[in-house]
């Protein structure tokens, strides 16, 4: 069962990427689905979730009108694409999935970060 996250790379201030999250080993397509992020030297947090349908989101604060969570069931593949990126945006960004959709609840598969850096 695997989660694994890629899209990542080196942008400038100002740029985008859309990050992805394909699954392998089982399906999670009835899953809520979510990104955290974990900068050096701090504690991981939440960045966005969807909810199995897609019909809902969450965004954290920080995040809100720049990044855009999204997915294709058909493919069960997860999305977040990031707009208007900052330096404090640096991260390493890892996909989860959790079986009830409620993003303040337990995550209970985790995929391997990829890194995103941005430049100033």
């Known amino acids: 069962v695997q989660l694994q996250a890629s899209g990542g790379g080196l942008v400038q201030a100002g740029g985008s990427l859309r990050l992805s999250c394909a699954a392998s080993?089982?399906?999670?397509?009835?899953?809520?689905k979510g990104w955290f992020r974990q900068a050096p030297d701090k504690e991981r947090e939440f960045v966005a979730a969807i909810d199995w349908s897609g019909g809902s989101t969450w965004y954290a604060d920080s995040v809100k009108g720049r990044f855009t969570i999204s997915r294709d069931n058909a493919k069960d593949t997860l999305y977040l694409r990031m707009n208007s990126l900052k330096p404090e945006d640096t991260a390493v960004y890892y996909c989860?999935?959790?079986?009830?959709?409620?993003?303040?609840?337990?995550?209970?598969?985790w995929g391997q970060g990829t890194l995103v850096t941005v430049s100033s």
């Open positions: 989860a999935a959790q079986m009830y959709s409620d993003p303040r609840g337990v995550w209970e598969y």
């Open positions: 080993g089982r399906t999670f397509s009835r899953y809520g």
